[in-house]
């Protein structure tokens, strides 16, 4: 029944490692992002799909890979994990221009 | 570069009392400015939004003031409750692209 679900909602790895994150809509909306939240609270965009097509793609490392297989889910690949990417990550979804609807968040731990 | 400034980072106030926290910007193409709500381990959620249009909009007991030729905006709370206690984002966005500015977040404490 939840709007914007994400899982995992927690990972612990080590440095070096690959991991996904994986984030699901029900509510029809066209638009899906990625933001990050770093150990501050201060969330910042990194990514957002329009009908499966990337829009924004924030100055971001390339070990970061957004996946959109249809306008409904939205996932995220991390390669190589660095200590750096420890965050919580938040997918939200959007109708075209307007309120943003979050999900609960996968808080990221690189050990 | 922040485009978005907000402040105070933390805030405690008595129950009945006012919360105001303010944000500044400095894009005047910026047309859509939300506050969000966010709660321990949860996701941010819309509380209340303006368009620059207009200089005050009003739901229940959350007021949003907006200032275009200072470029700032502030959030009341008023009769302050414990349960409003979460960390509070304003936002400024650029409407074609849908692109949200964050400010930084201010954490609201409010005492029973």
């Known amino acids: 029944d939840t709007a914007v679900s994400q899982t995992p909602k927690y990972l612990v790895t080590q440095m070096g490692n690959d991991k996904s994150i994986k984030c699901e809509q029900n509510?029809?909306?066209?638009?899906m992002y990625w933001y990050k939240q770093d150990s501050k609270k201060f969330l910042k965009i990194m990514f957002s799909y329009n009908n499966k097509e990337l829009i924004i793609n924030e100055t971001v490392p390339n070990r970061f890979s957004p996946k959109s297989p249809d306008k409904a889910h939205l996932n995220l690949h991390i390669n190589s994990l660095e200590l750096g990417d420890s965050a919580v990550y938040f997918c939200a979804s959007s109708l075209g221009v307007g309120e943003l609807f979050f999900g609960e968040g996968s808080r990221l731990t690189v050990l | 570069q922040q485009q978005v400034k907000q402040s105070p980072q933390s805030l405690i106030v008595q129950k009945g009392g006012i919360s105001i926290i303010n944000c500044a910007y400095e894009n005047t193409a910026f047309d859509y400015f939300p506050w969000y709500q966010q709660f321990p381990g949860k996701g941010p959620a819309l509380l209340i939004a303006i368009r620059p249009d207009v200089s005050e909009k009003k739901e229940g007991r959350f007021t949003i003031s907006f200032n275009k030729s200072a470029k700032q905006f502030s959030l009341h709370i008023m009769d302050s409750q414990p349960g409003d206690s979460a960390t509070y984002f304003c936002?400024?966005?650029?409407?074609?692209?849908?692109?949200?500015?964050f400010g930084s977040g201010t954490k609201l404490n409010v005492k029973p």
């Open positions: 936002a400024a966005s650029l409407g074609n692209f849908n692109k949200f500015y």
């Open positions: 509510l029809g909306h066209d638009t």
